[in-house]
Structure formats: C-alpha cells, structure tokens
C-alpha cells in the first residue's frame, strides 16, 4: 500500500513546547500536504510542499520534505492547548491526483 | 481557498436501507473528486474516484455496488450507501482539487458525514 506512515502515533506536549511529527511515504510523489483534524471534524489544510522544495513555513508551522529519504517532518513551535488535534500527511502520486494520507499522529497540548 | 460542501453532516439510519451523501463544489468546477472513508482513531481510506461524467474508479476491495458513486455535473457528486450496515458505520469524506489543476494542486475537503447504521 502506499499509505505513508507516521510517528509518533501519538504525542503529548506541555503548551509551549514544540511538536515534531514525521511522515514516511513509498513511491515517487508530485507533492506532499499536511492536514489537521479536530476529533470528529472535516480536514482542514496546513501546507502544501512540492516535491522541488524543501521547506516551507507558515506562521509557528515548518514543514520539511527530503526526498531521497522519501519523508517529511512537521514542526509546530510554541504549542497551545488549541493545536490539540491528529495530524495527517497526504501524497499525490507522480501522474495522478489521487491523495493517500499517513496514519496519523494524535497531539496531545496540555496547558 | 475553494469550498467543498458536504451534506448531511450526521446521518442515522436503519439496516437495510440506502443513505445518500453529496459533495457539491460551491465556487469552482471539478471534474473530479475523491471519496474516503475514516473509521474511528484511523486515517482516511481512498475508496473511489469520481469522474464527471462517467464511471467511477473504485480502489481494491470497495465494493462498486454497495457504495455507488454518481458525478453527474461539474459541481456534485454522490455516494449512496446501498443496503447500510452497522459495518458501514464510518466518517465519509469527500474532497476535489482546487483551481485548473497541475500537480501542485491543493485538495479542499468537505466537512464530512458521520454515519450510523443502527
């Protein structure tokens, strides 16, 4: 399967620490995106780095991608309470627009 | 960012019986949109991809005739759940791409649907 794996799992955090997940991916890829969930909520998108780039931010977010390693990272500095949600990694395989997403990593911000 | 509407939201119904979600795009065309499905604590599962205008291609193990996807106009798609099942209790997604296309292209999601089968 394509699914892309990510770790941690699960983390958990004091408020104003900072959150690294990764993702892993198998194939080739046009672009990697990351995703937020709310529990029981719709996806909301962070960021979106194609496969020529190899970091991008956005306001506490970091996103890196290497891609001899075939992974990227996502860095969430100076953590709140709010930023509690599962994070997902979403491929787009070379030549299509289909997205497979990572398994997810469940943050945890205690305040 | 483009908005993808999905409705309904929450939907409880009977064993047996069929439930249809839409998936409209509100401010752009999309010749395609993908549908997934999320069981609890997991990730999405890629089940179809719609195709305005013809059929459907499914991803291995969906079954075509138990999730029917109809992607009749450029801005609504439909995934009818025929013969719901508590196994088909899950939260369906859908989501299109954004703009004219290329690879660079951001996917917008809908809200969701939240579905149980009692």
Sequence with gaps: SQQGEEDPQALSIQEGENATMNCSYK??????????????????HLILIRSNEREKHSGRLRV???TSKKSSSLLITASRAAD???Y?????LSGTYKYIFGTGTRLKVLA | GAVVSQHPSRVICKSGTSVKIECRSLDFQATTMFWYRQFPKKSLMLMATSNEGSKATYEQGVEKDKFLINHASLTLSTLTVTSAHPEDSSFYICSSLGGVGGWGTEA???QGTRLTVV
């Design chain 1, 27 to 44: 194939t080739s890829i046009n672009n990697l995106q990351w995703y937020r969930q709310n529990s029981g909520r719709g996806l909301v």
């Design chain 2, 108 to 110: 917008f999601f809908g």
């Design chain 1, 88 to 92: 997902f990694c979403a491929t787009a």
């Design chain 1, 64 to 66: 890196t991608l290497d």
């Design chain 1, 84 to 86: 509690t949600a599962s």
